[in-house]
């Protein structure tokens, strides 16, 4: 797992405030079909947003059976549909460059726009005519209706703010200002070009510069996860991506200024994903959208080794300890759940780990009797306080003062808050590192990061 700058959260539950995916899906293959009916589950049917295709091609495949395929589907979904809204792209000098000024209007450049609208069947059609002041009549084509009242369009013709053609013969036409636009950036379109958000070359091209001997079989090029970013999310957010791949989510989620976790089961972490990052972080990377986000390296990162889950449920559904665990696996797992620090003594059986100079931790798979709580409770004293994390107890638990005993998996549960939006489970929790003075500069030192169960590594 790679959290980004702070610590960060992953929900259980599979709720995210906004939902991008990429694969092939097409209402003609039962693959894509399932899919989708696989998210309206999870986010309902009514959280569906849309279906961006995306152009991951700009080549046609010569030897395709049937059709060149050039495309995927990105499917959209919300959390909440009616609240949530994406964001909206930045204009591109393109957009612009539709805008002229041929009249050298004081506004400055404009493009004509109907001065008519298509009718909706609810509505009537009336007679509809208007006089501008060089003497043309204009009507609105059958089945339209006017954009703007008579009133309106009187304004905008003393104010030179309809256009007739160069010649002053065409249809007239309404002068719309760049100046003027309610919406400086627009909606992001449901076709994604390759000139926009990228090609499989591109991405291609990103990973081999990465690891250039092992090439990636299926990378998203980094414009692609700008496109996705850009419309779901804003500077600080969290980003989440549960099969990193490559690890092209990270990298661009660290050069647009997003916190991010990824998740990866394969040795693509070693083999592209961490040296990816580590040239992102120190600015070595000038591939992907670097330039266009002006990316100048910075920040870092935290490696995590998952344990294998703690609990597993018998063939009743009750909850046990996973037989994937040895004493020592346990011990240390339990210790850091309960918040120990695990410090397993020599000379103590039953002192497995510290909170302090007089607290201490026992773990054990044994069903605890009255009497071997007393005897440990001898041992350990008046002076000092010890939580018995065990597999069951057969006895009054207040009858020690000096002891607190706990069931291992219920007491595991309660740490673990299952089912909760705030998922507590914080088997590693990291010190901050201090600061170390390096010339003009502050540099934090990278943490040693210990395996939980490194078993010799």
Same mark, same amino acid.
């Given at each position: 797992?790679?959290?980004?700058?702070?610590?960060?959260?992953?929900?259980?539950?599979?709720?995210?405030?906004k939902?991008?995916?990429?694969?092939?899906?097409?209402?003609?293959?039962?693959?894509?079909?399932?899919?989708?009916?696989?998210?309206?589950?999870?986010f309902?049917?009514?959280?569906?947003?849309?279906?961006?295709i995306?152009?991951?091609?700009?080549?046609?495949?010569?030897?395709?059976?049937?059709?060149?395929?050039?495309?995927?589907?990105?499917?959209?979904?919300?959390?909440?549909?009616?609240?949530?809204?994406?964001?909206?792209?930045?204009?591109?000098?393109?957009?612009?460059?539709?805008?002229?000024?041929?009249?050298?209007?004081?506004?400055?450049?404009?493009?004509?726009?109907?001065?008519?609208?298509?009718?909706?069947?609810?509505?009537?059609?009336?007679?509809?005519?208007?006089q501008?002041?060089?003497?043309?009549?204009?009507t609105?084509?059958?089945?339209?209706?006017?954009?703007? =009242?008579?009133?309106?369009?009187?304004?905008m013709?003393?104010?030179?703010?309809?256009?007739?053609?160069?010649?002053?013969?065409?249809?007239?036409?309404?002068?719309?200002?760049?100046?003027?636009?309610?919406?400086?950036?627009?909606?992001?379109?449901?076709?994604?070009?390759h000139?926009?958000?990228?090609?499989?070359?591109?991405?291609?091209?990103?990973?081999?510069?990465?690891?250039?001997?092992?090439?990636?079989?299926?990378?998203?090029?980094?414009?692609?996860?700008?496109?996705?970013?850009?419309?779901?999310?804003?500077?600080?957010?969290?980003?989440?991506?549960?099969?990193?791949?490559?690890?092209?989510?990270?990298?661009?989620?660290?050069?647009?200024?997003?916190?991010?976790?990824?998740?990866?089961?394969?040795?693509?972490?070693?083999?592209?994903?961490?040296?990816?990052?580590?040239?992102?972080?120190?600015?070595e990377?000038?591939?992907?959208?670097?330039?266009?986000?002006?990316?100048?390296?910075?920040?870092?990162?935290?490696?995590?080794?998952?344990?294998?889950?703690?609990?597993?449920?018998?063939?009743?559904?009750?909850?046990?300890?996973?037989?994937?665990?040895?004493?020592?696996?346990?011990?240390?797992?339990?210790?850091?759940?309960?918040?120990?620090?695990?410090?397993?003594?020599?000379?103590?059986y039953?002192?497995?780990?510290?909170s302090?100079?007089?607290?201490?931790?026992?773990?054990?798979?044994?069903?605890?009797?009255?009497?071997?709580l007393?005897?440990?409770?001898?041992?350990?004293?008046?002076?000092?306080?010890?939580?018995?994390?065990?597999?069951?107890?057969?006895?009054? =638990?207040?009858?020690?003062?000096?002891?607190?005993?706990?069931?291992? =998996?219920?007491?595991?549960?309660?740490?673990?808050e299952?089912?909760?939006?705030?998922?507590?489970?914080?088997?590693?929790?990291?010190?901050?590192?201090?600061a170390?003075?390096?010339?003009?500069?502050?540099?934090?030192?990278?943490?040693?990061?210990?395996?939980?169960?490194?078993?010799?590594?």
């Amino acid at each position: 797992m790679f959290p980004g700058s702070p610590v960060a959260r992953a929900n259980p539950k599979g709720e995210r405030s906004k939902f991008m995916r990429s694969g092939p899906m097409g209402r003609c293959k039962p693959r894509g079909t399932r899919i989708q009916v696989l998210c309206d589950e999870i986010f309902g049917r009514a959280n569906f947003v849309s279906n961006a295709i995306w152009q991951k091609k700009y080549t046609v495949a010569n030897d395709a059976k049937w059709l060149a395929e050039n495309h995927d589907h990105i499917l959209i979904y919300a959390k909440n549909k009616e609240t949530w809204r994406p964001n909206r792209l930045e204009r591109t000098p393109e957009m612009d460059s539709r805008y002229k000024n041929p009249d050298k209007h004081p506004k400055g450049p404009w493009k004509a726009t109907p001065l008519y609208a298509k009718r909706t069947g609810s509505e009537k059609e009336q007679a509809f005519s208007f006089q501008f002041k060089n003497g043309v009549v204009w009507t609105p084509p059958r089945g339209t209706s006017p954009r703007f =009242p008579a009133e309106a369009l009187r304004q905008m013709d003393e104010n030179d703010e309809i256009w007739f053609g160069s010649d002053g013969t065409a249809t007239p036409s309404r002068k719309t200002f760049l100046s003027e636009l309610k919406l400086s950036a627009p909606p992001a379109p449901t076709v994604w070009l390759h000139s926009d958000a990228g090609n499989n070359h591109e991405a291609r091209d990103e990973v081999k510069a990465i690891n250039p001997d092992d090439s990636f079989a299926t990378p998203k090029p980094e414009k692609l996860l700008k496109r996705v970013l850009d419309l779901a999310t804003n500077p600080n957010d969290l980003v989440l991506d549960s099969f990193a791949g490559s690890g092209t989510t990270g990298a661009v989620a660290h050069k647009m200024g997003r916190r991010w976790i990824m998740v990866e089961l394969g040795e693509h972490c070693h083999t592209h994903i961490i040296p990816r990052l580590k040239k992102v972080i120190d600015g070595e990377d000038s591939g992907g959208i670097t330039q266009a986000v002006d990316w100048k390296g910075g920040g870092g990162f935290r490696y995590y080794r998952l344990a294998p889950s703690l609990l597993e449920k018998d063939r009743w559904g009750n909850w046990v300890i996973a037989q994937s665990y040895n004493a020592a696996m346990l011990a240390e797992a339990v210790c850091k759940l309960m918040g120990f620090t695990y410090a397993p003594s020599e000379r103590h059986y039953w002192l497995h780990g510290r909170s302090s100079e007089r607290d201490f931790i026992y773990v054990t798979t044994q069903s605890l009797t009255h009497d071997q709580l007393r005897a440990i409770s001898e041992e350990v004293g008046e002076d000092r306080s010890l939580l018995v994390c065990c597999k069951a107890f057969n006895a009054n =638990p207040d009858a020690f003062a000096n002891l607190t005993v706990r069931k291992i =998996p219920h007491a595991v549960l309660r740490r673990c808050e299952w089912g909760k939006d705030d998922y507590s489970l914080n088997v590693a929790n990291l010190p901050m590192a201090a600061a170390v003075e390096t010339g003009n500069q502050t540099a934090t030192p990278p943490l040693p990061q210990a395996d939980l169960f490194a078993e010799g590594e």
